[in-house]
Nanobody, 122 residues
């Protein structure tokens, strides 16, 4: 089974930048969609960004458009979330979520990481 590990969270001042990493044990996927989802204390989980190989499309929540960028480096088995111009309201635990399948003959598998804390001070 594929494993993933997030890293890159931390404490940063407002206006600063962080890069989150979601590293996979392997990236031999036929089809995939990989998302970053965040959850702030007392709030529901919010989809932040997603990338898929269906048509190479990416998605961003309105709250992060123009500030966050999702990229994939297949050679490194890693998906990144580049976060710029961070705001205190970006403070949350950020989770990497992947839906993948090896071939079109099997169902998609969903996996989650353990999360990484991002704290933005004002």
């Amino acid at each position: 089974e594929v494993q993933l590990v997030e890293s890159g969270g931390g404490l940063v001042q407002a206006g600063g930048s962080l890069r989150l990493s979601c590293e996979f044990s392997d990236f031999a996927f036929g089809d995939y969609a990989i998302a970053w989802v965040r959850q702030a204390p007392g709030k529901e989980r919010e989809g932040v960004s997603c990338i898929s190989n269906d048509d190479g499309s990416t998605y961003y929540a309105d709250s992060v458009k123009g500030r966050f960028t999702i990229t994939s480096d297949i050679a490194e088995n890693t998906v990144y979330l580049h976060m710029n111009s961070l705001k205190p309201e970006d403070t949350a635990v950020y989770y990497c979520n992947a839906e993948y399948r090896r071939t079109a003959r099997v169902r998609f598998t969903t996996i989650w990481g353990q999360g990484t804390q991002v704290t933005v001070s004002s």
